[in-house]
């Protein structure tokens, strides 16, 4: 079963601070990786996404790294929040039977304290 | 307001007592999911859909059922609950061509004694 591995599972950032949190995939159907965030008692929600022709995108104090070769990417939060802390899940657009199917990570609980 | 609902949130029930939990969606989306989350497993795919009456199996899909008569609509059904499915259940759907933006449901949380 393909997977996508998530890292770490847990975190605990100073406010200010900067949160990295980390994916690995095995083989995907297309280069297409988006980060969902989800606050306790919600569903996931997208928070932001990379395409494929580009290595970097950042949208606010969020950036997302991806790295083709080496078939990571990565979660970066510039001047972590409280209102930061939440679940983020990684996820990978993998080949299921005759369709693409999103395959998440196992999630981190990020804690921002201030 | 775009959305997907989930009925019911809250549900305690016994082994072996039939239960279906309802979702619906009103963005016209194709494709329907359901996933479980579990404490240190993250989310995982029980049943997708990519149209109506077009089902088929994700990750974890024994003990579950689901049917698509309808568009809008991907009822989840448990025909015989056990302990092991107690779980928080969240359903999602897309349209057909943006893969990454699913829209998830606010969670059925089921506890099965």
């Known amino acids: 079963q393909q997977q996508v591995k998530q890292s770490p599972q847990s975190l605990i950032v100073q406010k200010g601070g900067i949160s990295i949190i980390n994916c690995a995939y095995e083989n995907t159907a297309f280069d297409y990786f988006p980060w969902y965030q989800q606050f306790p008692g919600k569903g996931p929600a997208l928070l932001i996404a990379?395409?494929?022709?580009?290595s970097e995108k950042k949208e606010g104090r969020f950036t997302i790294s991806f790295n083709k070769s080496a078939k990571q990417f990565s979660l970066h939060i510039m001047d972590s929040q409280p209102g930061d802390s939440a679940t983020y899940f990684c996820a990978a657009p993998l080949q299921g039977a005759g369709s693409y199917q999103l395959t998440f990570g196992k999630g981190t609980k990020l804690s921002v304290i201030p | 307001e775009a959305q997907v609902t989930q009925n019911p949130r809250y549900l305690i029930t016994v082994t072996g007592k039939k239960l279906t939990v309802t979702c619906s969606q009103n963005?016209?989306?194709?494709?329907m999911s359901w996933y479980r989350q579990d404490p240190g497993l993250g989310l995982r795919q029980i049943y997708y859909?990519?149209?109506?009456?077009?089902?088929d199996k994700g990750d974890v899909p024994e003990g579950y059922k689901v049917s698509r008569k309808e568009k809008r609509n991907f009822p989840l059904i448990l025909e015989s609950p056990s302990p092991n499915q107690t779980s928080l259940y969240f359903c999602?759907?897309?349209?057909?061509?943006?893969?990454?933006?699913?829209?998830f449901g606010p969670g059925t949380r089921l506890t099965v004694t």
């Open positions: 990379i395409r494929p022709d580009v």
């Open positions: 999602a759907s897309r349209n057909r061509v943006i893969l990454s933006e699913q829209y």
């Open positions: 963005m016209n989306h194709e494709y």
């Open positions: 859909s990519m149209n109506v009456e077009v089902t």
